[in-house]
C-alpha cells in the first residue's frame, strides 16, 4: 500500500540523487549541501510514510514485505546520512542512494498491494530486535557498496587510465575508513539486536532457540565481520583484499535476509 | 576591503565623467607570437610597468595605462579619451623605444588589439584560455597583482577599472562553472594527485625524494602545498639534496641509506639519472614489512626508469611510471580542450557587458555635451536679444527668460537621458550614438570650448 508520503519520499530521494550526480561531476559545495538536504527531507517524508503505516498496525511495519522493504531503504539511507557526516564525503551518495531508491521503487512494483496487518509477535523489545537487525544489514550493505568502490577504484589505480569520476571519489584509506565505520555500525546493532532477541524469547518462553537456522546465519555473519576488523589492518590484509573479504561477507548477509527468512527459519518468516 | 575601494574608485571616476568614445587597445607578445628570446627582452619589472604607465599618461598619448607582464606575455593596454585610430601604433612605438628594440624586430611578432578584440582578448587571457598551460591559475593572480599596482598607481580610469575588475570577475566564473582549471596537467601534478588518491590528505605523510632534479623538485613543492607532514631528500650528490632539503623544508639522507628510507614513507618519488634501477623490487618487499603493509605510493619519473618494473606486482605498492603520468596530463588536456567552447561563452558574455557599460558611459557623456551645447546657444540668444545681466527690469525680464529657457533645456534632455539610464541598467548597448553626436555637432571641439 504506497500512500503519497511514500511517493514524495521517493522524489526527495531522485532529487537528492540528482544533485550527488551533479556534485560529483562539478564539485560545487551548493549542490553537494542541497543533495545532503534533499536527503534529509526525503528521509523525514519516509518516517512519516512509515509512522502512517505504524499507527494502523500498532507496530514496526516489518511483518509485511512492503513494509520491511521500505524500512530498509529508510535505515539504509539514514546509516548512509551518518556516515556522510561523520567523514565529511558526499561522493559516495552518488552510488548509495540509487540504492534506497531502486529498494523502495522495487517495493512499491513488487507488494504495492501489500496490506499492512499487525504481526504475530509484538512489543517495544520484539519491534526493537527488528529494528535494529535491520539497521545491521543495511549497514552491511553500504559498506558492501564501500567496499565495491574500493576493488573498482583500487583497479583503475593499478591500471593508470583514470576517468573523471575517478578524482571525485574518495581516496582508497578514506573508503577503507568509511567501510570499517559501517561494519561497526552493523555489527554493534547485529549484536545489540540478537541480544534483544533472545531476550524477549526468554521472556515468552523460557528458552533460547539456538538451533533456529536464522540464529546460526546471524551468528555467522558476526563471526565473518569480526573477522574482517580484525584483518583489515593486518599487514598481509589491509587494501583490497580485506575489501575484497567485506564484500564477500555481505554474500552471508544477503542469504540471511532473504533465502534464510523465506525458507528455512521456523519463526524469522515474517512475509 | 581593497576590492570594495577599487570598486568605489572606479564607479566614481565613471560618473564623473564625461566622455566620447574611449577605445580600449593593446599592444603585447605572448608565448604563441613571439620567441623566448624577444619574450626576455620585452619582459617589465613591476616598477618598469609603473613608470611605462606614468610615461604614456604623461605623454599625452593615453588617458589610463596599464602593464601586464608575466613570463610568458607582456601586454600594454591603453584607453584614450577620444577615438584615435593611430593608437596602436603610438602604443606600439612607446614599446619599442622603451624596451630599446627596433620596430622591424617586433613586426610579427607583437600583437594588436582595439575596441571589442582588446577587451576579448584581456578576459581570455584573466581565464586561462590564452595561456601556455590551458587553464592555469596563477594568470588571474598575475593578472590581479598588475592590476591592484596600477590602481595604487593611478594611472587606471573608469575604463580600465571597469576592464580588469570584469577581468578578474570572468577568470573567477570560468573557473568555478567550467572544467577548465580541473585535473592535473604536468606529470609531477599527476603524481602527487594519484597519491592523493591513495591516501586521502597529505598532511602528516611522509615522502621520500630520490634525486634532486627539476621535475623532482616541482614534485616536492607541490607536496609541500598540501602540507606534507616529512620529506626526506636522497640524492647521489648530498650538497645537492641539502641544497634542495633547505629549500623545501625537508632532511637529508645518505645515498648508502637508501633502502633504509624506504621503510616509512608513504611516498616515494625517484627522479635520478642512470640506466640501471635504483629502486628495485627486491629492496621494497624488504620494505614492506617494516611498513607494517601500509600503502606505499611510488611515483617514477625517471627516463630510463628508476624503480625495476616488476615492482608493480608488490601487494599495497602503487607504482605509477612517466607514462602513466603522461597518459593523465594528455587525457587532461582534452578534457580541458573540450571547456573552451563552455568558457568562451562566459567570455562572450562579459565582453557585451563590458561593451554595453562602455556604450552607456558614452551615453552619459552625450547628453553632459548636449546640454552644456544647448546652454550655450541660449546664453548666446539671451545675450543677442535681452542684453548683458544689469539690474532693473530688463535684470528681472532676463531672469524669468533664464529660468524658462533652462527648464526648457532641461525637460528637452530628460527623456534622453532617462532612457540612456535605463539602457545602462540593463546593460545594453545604446545604438546610434555616433550619429547623434554627428547631427549636434558635439565631436566639434570648437563647441567644446565654448561652453
Redesign the interface.
Known amino acids: 500500500m504506497t500512500n503519497w508520503l511514500d511517493v514524495l519520499a521517493l522524489c526527495l530521494y531522485v532529487a537528492s540523487f540528482a544533485f550527488y550526480v551533479l556534485n560529483l561531476y562539478h564539485e560545487r559545495v551548493w549542490s553537494g549541501r542541497v543533495a545532503t538536504l534533499l536527503l534529509i527531507a526525503g528521509l523525514v517524508a519516509h518516517y512519516y510514510a512509515l509512522l502512517e503505516r505504524s499507527r494502523i498496525i500498532h507496530a514496526i511495519p516489518y511483518d509485511d514485505l512492503y513494509g520491511s522493504m521500505s524500512l530498509f531503504a529508510w535505515l539504509l539511507a539514514l546509516t548512509y546520512l551518518g556516515l556522510e557526516l561523520f567523514h565529511r564525503k558526499r561522493a559516495v551518495g552518488s552510488l548509495v542512494v540509487p540504492f534506497v531508491i531502486f529498494w523502495l521503487v522495487v517495493a512499491m512494483e513488487v507488494a504495492p498491494s501489500s496490506q499492512p496487518h499487525a504481526p504475530a509477535a509484538n512489543g517495544a523489545l520484539f519491534a526493537l530486535h527488528i529494528t535494529i537487525g535491520i539497521l545491521a544489514y543495511a549497514a552491511f550493505a553500504i559498506s558492501f557498496l564501500l567496499s565495491l568502490i574500493y576493488l573498482i577504484q583500487n583497479r583503475i589505480l593499478r591500471r593508470g587510465r583514470p576517468g573523471l569520476a575517478f578524482w571525485r571519489f574518495p581516496a582508497l584509506e578514506v573508503l577503507e575508513r568509511m567501510s570499517r565505520s559501517s561494519v561497526w555500525i552493523g555489527l554493534v546493532a547485529l549484536i545489540v539486536g540478537t541480544s534483544l532477541g533472545f531476550v524477549w524469547e526468554h521472556r515468552l518462553t523460557g528458552h533460547f532457540a539456538i538451533a533456529d537456522p536464522k540464529v546460526l546465519f546471524t551468528l555467522l555473519v558476526l563471526a565473518v565481520y569480526a573477522i574482517y576488523l580484525a584483518i583489515v589492518r593486518a599487514p598481509a590484509w589491509r587494501g583490497a583484499r580485506a575489501a575484497l573479504v567485506c564484500a564477500c561477507n555481505f554474500v552471508i548477509v544477503l542469504f540471511s535476509y532473504t533465502v534464510v527468512n523465506l525458507y528455512f527459519t521456523n519463526f524469522h518468516r515474517f512475509f | 576591503m581593497a576590492t570594495e575601494r577599487i570598486e568605489r574608485v572606479a564607479n566614481n571616476r565613471g560618473e564623473d565623467s564625461v566622455r566620447g568614445r574611449a577605445e580600449v587597445a593593446l599592444i603585447g607578445c605572448n608565448h604563441t607570437s613571439a620567441p623566448v628570446e624577444l619574450r626576455e627582452r620585452v619582459a617589465f619589472t613591476p616598477e618598469q610597468a609603473l613608470k611605462a604607465a606614468n610615461e604614456l599618461r604623461q605623454s599625452g598619448i593615453i588617458e589610463e595605462a596599464l602593464v601586464v607582464s608575466t613570463c610568458n606575455r607582456s601586454e600594454l593596454y591603453g584607453v584614450s579619451g577620444e577615438s584615435n585610430e593611430s593608437l596602436p601604433r603610438a602604443l606600439m612605438s612607446y614599446f619599442g623605444d622603451f624596451h630599446k628594440i627596433g620596430l622591424h624586430e617586433l613586426d610579427g611578432r607583437v600583437y594588436q588589439h582595439v575596441g571589442r578584440h582588446a577587451v576579448r582578448h584581456l578576459f581570455r587571457v584573466a581565464s586561462g584560455l590564452d595561456s601556455m598551460l590551458l587553464g592555469e591559475a596563477e594568470i588571474l593572480g598575475q593578472v590581479r597583482d598588475a592590476y591592484n599596482r596600477a590602481l595604487g598607481n593611478g594611472s587606471t580610469g573608469p575604463v580600465l577599472n571597469r576592464l580588469f575588475q570584469g577581468a578578474l570577475e570572468v577568470g573567477k566564473r570560468v573557473r568555478?562553472e567550467t572544467?577548465i582549471g580541473?585535473?592535473p596537467m604536468s606529470v609531477a601534478f599527476a603524481g602527487v594527485?594519484?597519491a592523493?588518491?591513495?591516501?586521502?590528505d597529505l598532511k602528516n605523510r611522509r615522502a621520500v625524494i630520490v634525486g634532486a632534479g627539476a621535475v623532482a623538485e616541482q614534485v616536492v613543492e607541490h607536496l609541500r602545498l598540501r602540507g606534507i607532514g616529512e620529506l626526506r631528500v636522497v640524492n647521489r650528490s648530498f650538497a645537492r639534496a641539502q641544497e634542495l632539503a633547505l629549500r623545501m623544508g625537508g632532511v637529508v639522507a645518505e645515498w648508502s641509506a637508501l633502502e633504509k628510507s624506504l621503510e616509512q614513507p608513504d611516498i616515494i618519488v625517484t627522479s635520478v639519472s642512470g640506466n640501471e634501477p635504483v629502486v628495485t623490487r627486491a629492496m621494497l618487499e624488504r620494505a614492506?614489512?617494516a611498513?607494517?603493509?601500509?600503502?606505499v605510493c611510488v611515483i617514477d619519473l625517471g627516463v630510463p626508469r628508476n624503480v625495476e618494473p616488476q615492482a608493480?606486482g608488490i601487494?599495497?605498492a602503487?607504482l605509477?611510471n612517466i607514462d602513466?603520468l603522461g597518459?593523465?596530463v594528455e587525457?587532461n588536456r582534452k578534457?580541458r580542450e573540450s571547456e573552451i567552447p563552455r568558457a568562451d561563452a562566459i567570455v562572450d558574455e562579459h565582453v557585451e557587458k563590458f561593451l554595453a557599460w562602455q556604450t552607456s558611459l558614452e551615453g552619459a557623456g552625450l547628453v553632459e555635451a548636449l546640454r552644456a551645447r544647448l546652454n550655450a546657444e541660449r546664453e548666446s540668444l539671451l545675450t543677442a536679444h535681452v542684453g548683458a545681466k544689469g539690474a532693473g527690469a530688463a535684470a528681472v525680464e532676463r531672469e524669468q527668460l533664464e529660468r524658462v529657457t533652462r527648464e526648457l533645456i532641461e525637460r528637452i534632455v530628460q527623456l534622453p537621458e532617462k532612457r540612456l539610464r535605463e539602457q545602462r541598467k540593463l546593460r545594453r548597448p545604446v545604438e546610434g550614438l555616433a550619429a547623434l553626436r554627428e547631427l549636434f555637432g558635439l565631436n566639434d571641439k570648437g563647441n567644446e570650448g565654448e561652453q
Do not use: D, T, V
Not at chain 2, 592523493?196 to 586521502?200: K, Q
Not at chain 2, 611498513?291 to 600503502?295: P, T
Open positions: 568555478s572544467e580541473a585535473r594527485k594519484l592523493e588518491r591513495i591516501f586521502g614492506m614489512p611498513r607494517a603493509g601500509r600503502a608493480e601487494y599495497n602503487y605509477f602513466h597518459g593523465i587525457q578534457a
